[in-house]
């Protein structure tokens, strides 16, 4: 059983730039969220997709965008990249069963490095 | 605002012995807590839960505490072993929520020595 994959592993990009990262949820899993984590820090709350809509969002601006397909996998979106948007970036899968999460499974990141 | 708390960013313990991780929180409205162990180029691994009904839940050489009133839990690994060096961090959640939304604290450096 494939857990929860993120692709790329790596990425550099340029300030200014758009990146999108990508993630496909543990086998059975229908909720998927997105987490940042700076340097030293705890993941850090992006936002969260159920049912293709994002159920709810952390304190991240606009520029942070995400979407879920059928399939349940997801997308994260950012643009016009600051430095400050360096981070490992988690995707983690859940079920949602009756309005209630199970515990949520994380993938391995995306290391995000903006030059 | 730091709603969850690990003031140790580190901990050192000799292998067969325990090793206590300790995390507070500040919203009592939190009624799930989580411990997640991570190691360096993976994910966050799942360790261990417990909701707010309860004070003590355990799963084999883990254990988690919850004190309510101090809004306190603590995580305790008896008896330690070199591959549980890692770093563990705390989570809360609103369970009775339609979302888990994880708020995680710093996380504690645990180094299990020989």
């Known amino acids: 059983d494939a857990g929860v994959t993120q692709s790329p592993t790596h990425l550099i990009k340029t300030r200014g730039q758009q990146v999108t990262l990508r993630c496909s949820p543990k086998?059975?899993?229908?909720?998927v969220s997105w987490y940042q984590q700076a340097l030293g820090q705890g993941p850090q709350f992006i936002f969260q997709?159920?049912?293709?809509?994002?159920?709810q969002r952390g304190n991240f601006p606009d520029r942070f965008s995400g979407h879920q397909f059928p399939n349940y996998s997801s997308e994260l979106n950012v643009n016009a990249l600051l430095l400050g948007d360096s981070a490992l970036y988690l995707c983690a899968s859940s079920l949602s069963l009756s309005g209630l999460n199970t515990e949520a499974f994380f993938g391995q990141g995306t290391r995000l490095t903006v030059v | 605002d730091q709603q969850v708390k690990q003031n140790s960013p580190s901990l050192s313990v000799q292998e067969g012995r325990i090793s206590i991780l300790n995390c507070d929180y500040t919203n009592s409205m939190f009624d799930y807590f989580l411990w997640y162990k991570k190691y360096p180029a993976e994910g966050p691994t799942f360790l261990i839960s417990i909701s707010s009904i309860k004070d003590k839940n355990e799963d084999g050489r883990f254990t988690v505490f919850l004190n309510k009133s101090a809004k306190h839990l603590s995580l305790h690994i008896v008896p330690s072993q070199p591959g549980d060096s890692a770093v563990y961090f705390c989570a809360a959640s609103l369970y009775g929520g339609a979302t888990n939304k994880l708020i995680f604290g710093t996380g504690t450096l645990l180094a299990v020595q020989p």
């Open positions: 086998s059975g899993h229908d909720t």
């Open positions: 997709y159920y049912e293709e809509e994002e159920r």
